[in-house]
Every structure is written in C-alpha cells, then in structure tokens.
C-alpha cells in the first residue's frame, strides 16, 4: 500500500512538472507588463522576497525534485550552496557524465541558459525538465538561489 500511494505521488509530482513547464512556454499577459514583456511590480515583489530568503512562485516547481537543504538530496540534488560553484560539484550525488564533464560555473547567464534550456544546454543531462520560459521568472529563481 505504501508501494502504491509513494508511486502515485510520484506520478503526480511529474505530471506537475511537466504541466508547469508547458504553461511557462505561453506566460499569460500580464496587466502590469513592460515594453519587454516583464512583470515589474511582480519582479520586483520577488526579487525582495529573494533577499529575505523567500522563494519565488515559479520555485514551487523547482521543489519538485529539490531541496534547499544542504546535502539533502531527491530526485535532483540540493540546490544549497550551488550558486558560484561548478556543476556537478556535490560529492555525494550521482551527477550525469554530461554535467560533471560539461565546464560550467551555476553563475546568471548560465543558470539562465540551463533552466531556460537543460538538455539543450547540456546533452545527456539528466534534468528532463522542459525548461521555464519566462525569462523574469529565471532571474526570480536564480535571485532565489543566490540566497541558499
């Protein structure tokens, strides 16, 4: 029984993922958007809720498959303490070849790159998530991650 309810919660948390990725594809206007098709209000509600070490709406998705407990990993390892180091740095994850071998540093233009894009941007990752889209959203999330 526990077999059962532990599959089908997995089975929903990626059900959800995947939903969540297809609806950042086509981000609804929004009625406060700039000129460049940004939140500002939201961005910048945020980005403060970053700074207090609060995580964005479009984390939720993030959680998914990872903490941001140091060494405390699930499905994806802890985002805890990544931002600035290499990827697939945490000794004590199985991290693809693909990642270990790829060269980047977790900075802004790469994180932007990657949660834009994962298997675009590093082939043979095994983050089969679709991506978030909505380039506000990204810099949200790596603020967010900044803090960890």
Same mark, same amino acid.
Request: proline share 11%; net charge negative.
């Given at each position: 029984m526990i077999r059962l309810a532990l599959a089908a919660s997995l089975l929903l948390a990626l059900a959800a993922c995947g939903q969540a990725a297809r609806e950042s594809d086509n981000p609804k206007p929004d009625a406060t958007a700039g000129t460049q098709g940004e939140r500002p209000a939201q961005a910048v509600a945020e980005a403060s809720k970053a700074?207090?070490?609060?995580?964005?709406? +479009?984390?939720?998705?993030? =959680?998914?498959?990872?903490?941001?407990?140091?060494?405390?990993?699930?499905?994806?390892?802890?985002? +805890?303490?990544?931002?600035? =180091?290499?990827?697939?740095? +945490?000794?004590?994850?199985?991290?693809?070849?693909?990642?270990?071998?790829?060269?980047?540093?977790?900075?802004?233009?790469?994180?932007?790159?990657?949660?834009?894009?994962?298997?675009?941007?590093v082939p043979g990752t095994r983050m089969t998530y679709a991506g978030l889209k909505d380039p506000a959203a990204r810099r949200e999330v790596i603020a967010y991650m900044k803090t960890l």
């Open positions: 700074a207090a070490g609060e995580p964005p709406a +479009a984390f939720v998705q993030c =959680k998914i498959c990872h903490t941001t407990e140091p060494g405390k990993h699930l499905i994806g390892p802890s985002l +805890a303490g990544v931002y600035g =180091k290499p990827a697939g740095a +945490a000794a004590d994850y199985p991290y693809s070849a693909a990642l270990k071998q790829a060269g980047l540093t977790w900075d802004d233009p790469t994180l932007d790159r990657f949660l834009d894009a994962p298997m675009k941007t």
